[in-house]
């Protein structure tokens, strides 16, 4: 049972281009979600994040927006760049019923991002 | 660079053998969190400990445990270890535990173990 959900296994996108990368959760508990990004024989390097208190967080190219009524999330490059090319793994986390711990996010299986120059 | 050390990089062992991966997590972070990358699964969540307290599990096998020690390293073990556990084993760490927003996690590069 996925709780967290992107769908598009993969994505390819022109330099210059927006890169849109889609994830969908079913559990209205939670309400921190993140993006990691991942490079082969790397760790998850962290991204960006929201709080369920917001529709959107920017952070120079990198912007999040979440539906909470869908319980939807995306994240948009722009512009993308051949250097954005990864994994990307969305990620949420809520006050579950194991003393309000935020940490154990819960992650999609991840979209790889393909910027062709 | 993420803060968070763990050692060994690579391992190989033989079905049935038992191993230990270490972690140190960034300074001044009390969480600890174990996850298991394998090729067809994604990143699942094993096991979290804050202050040395195991705090959420989960779909960690009883085969593996864990610990946090008052220096707040962590070590993953894993035992009778079959095929299926090859995988690469990332440890993350964060400061809050009381599920404030903006516990972000942060991760280390990983133990990649292959079981042959």
Redesign the interface.
């Known amino acids: 049972d996925q709780q967290v959900k992107q769908n598009s296994p993969s994505l390819s996108v022109q330099e210059g281009r927006i890169s849109i990368l889609n994830c969908d959760y079913t559990n209205s508990m939670f309400d921190y979600f993140l993006w990691y990004k991942k490079y082969p024989a790397e760790g998850p390097t962290f991204l960006i994040s929201i709080s369920s208190i917001k529709d959107k967080n920017e952070d120079g190219r990198f912007t999040v927006f979440l539906n909470k009524s869908a319980k939807h999330l995306s994240l948009h490059i722009v512009p993308s760049q051949p250097g954005d090319s990864a994994v990307y793994f969305c990620a949420a986390s809520g006050s579950l019923n194991y003393g309000g711990s935020q940490g154990n996010l819960i992650f999609g299986k991840g979209t790889k991002l393909s910027v062709k120059p | 660079d ?1 803060g ?1 050390t763990q050692t060994p990089k690579h391992l190989i062992t033989a079905t049935g053998q038992r191993v230990t991966l270490r972690c140190s997590p960034r300074s001044g972070d009390l ?1 600890v ?1 174990w ?1 298991q990358q394998s090729l067809d ?5 094993l096991i ?1 400990y ?1 202050n040395g307290e195991e ?2 599990k ?1 779909n960690i096998l009883e085969r593996f445990s864990a610990q946090q020690f008052p220096d707040l390293h962590s070590e993953l073990n894993l035992s009778s270890l079959e095929l299926g556990d090859s995988a690469l084993y ?1 440890c ?1 760490s ?1 400061r ?15 133990s990649w173990l292959t079981v042959v």
């Open positions: 993420s968070v969480s969190y996850y699964q994604g990143l699942q969540f979290q804050y705090r959420a989960g990332f993350a964060s809050e535990y009381d599920g404030s927003s903006g516990n972000t996690i942060y991760f280390g590069e990983g």
